[in-house]
């Protein structure tokens, strides 16, 4: 348990973004570094959910929102790859958000929901899509143990 303040710290330094996930990694900031609009790549990996290269993935700030008693971060994720001599494009059906919402109904304890949506996802994927959904959600809990062992040590106080 910790107080909303605490975890606000850690998920609103968009540098985290990926520190526990081996999906994300080589974040880059194309803009400022908070905010609603805030922009930034990452390299986005699928192995093993997908046996396919990894790509670019353009990251955009959606929604910032931080109040006395909750907190909301949502990023929009548009992956593309790039194609020597053509240039870069989004790939079909990968975009996605993420959703970080914080609440706290009394001190010292903090809730804690993560969704990941995908948009327009073809039906043919829904089994795929359960797949992925198990293995985020893997990645997501070990990213929330590794968060909250993160503020116990009071690196975020």
């Known amino acids: 348990n910790a107080p909303l303040e605490q975890v606000w710290k850690y998920i609103a330094d968009l540098n985290n973004f990926g520190r526990f996930n081996d999906y994300h990694h080589d974040l880059e900031f194309l803009s400022e570094q908070q905010g609603k609009g805030t922009k930034f790549k990452v390299a986005h990996t699928f192995w093993p959910i997908f046996p396919i290269p990894g790509l670019e993935t353009i990251c955009t700030v959606t929604s910032w929102e931080k109040k006395e008693d909750k907190a909301k971060i949502t990023i929009f994720e548009e992956p593309k790859i790039h194609f020597p001599f ?17 609440s706290s109904e009394r001190p010292n304890h903090t809730f804690f929901k993560y969704e990941v949506l995908y948009a327009g996802l073809s039906p043919w994927m829904k089994r795929a899509n359960n797949y992925v959904n ?5 990645v997501m809990d070990f990213e929330l143990e590794q968060i909250k062992q993160l503020l116990e040590n009071r690196k975020y106080r």
């Open 134 to 138: 198990n293995k985020v959600l893997a």
């Open 86 to 102: 053509v240039g870069s494009i989004v790939v079909p059906k990968t975009q996605h958000t993420q959703k970080y919402d914080l």
